[in-house]
């Protein structure tokens, strides 16, 4: 399959396709780049709940990209030929290397307690966002966000040392 040849992105080609079909015989614009276009406009000037929805959205989808494949890595040690290769570690909250995965669990512990620190943690750690790109995203100050990053790397931070040691 093709990186763009998802259910998605075709239900999105074809209603541009639809969209294209009744303009002028001598317009130029293709229904690829209607469909890319429209993305780079949505990423870029998405406003309130749509870039929150969005951004919350990718930090996750990233989460997964990278649990997944160290749950592959973890279940064939030899590793996988033409993968790419992604990290199984990322760095912690300490600026050491922690295990993905059990990040992954922490986030969804914290998820139960406090939704808004874990989507902190997906926008800060995993999507790459600053607090103020965060804050941003959530529409709160950066201070709000740089205190909630606090928390949750504390909370991490604990569920990570609880789980070394064998604890949940």
């Known amino acids: 399959m093709q990186p763009l040849d998802t259910p ?14 009744g303009s002028r015989p001598d317009h130029t614009l293709q229904p690829t780049a209607l469909v890319h276009e429209a993305y780079l406009r949505m990423a870029q000037a998405g406003g309130g709940e749509e870039r929150r929805a969005f951004f919350a959205l990718a ?9 997944d494949h160290a749950r592959r890595r973890n279940a064939d040690k030899r590793g996988g030929g033409h993968r790419a ?18 990040v992954h669990d922490a986030v969804e512990r914290l998820q139960q307690i406090d939704p808004q620190l874990a989507e902190i943690v997906d926008l800060i750690l995993f999507a790459g966002l600053t607090a103020a790109e965060a ?5 709160v100050s ?26 949940t």
Not at 85 to 102: M, N, R, Y
Not at 135 to 139: A, S, T
């Open 135 to 139: 804050g941003d995203v959530l529409g």
């Open 85 to 102: 290769e992604l990290p199984t570690t990322i760095v912690g909250p300490d600026q050491s290397p922690v295990d993905v995965l059990a």
């Open 8 to 21: 998605i992105y075709r239900e999105l080609h074809a209603l541009a396709e639809r969209r294209l079909a």
């Open 142 to 167: 950066s201070r709000t966000v740089e205190r909630g990053w606090r928390t949750a790397r504390a909370f991490l931070r604990q569920a990570l040392e609880d789980d070394s040691r064998g604890e």
């Open 59 to 67: 930090g996750r989808a990233m989460r997964s990209v990278l649990v």
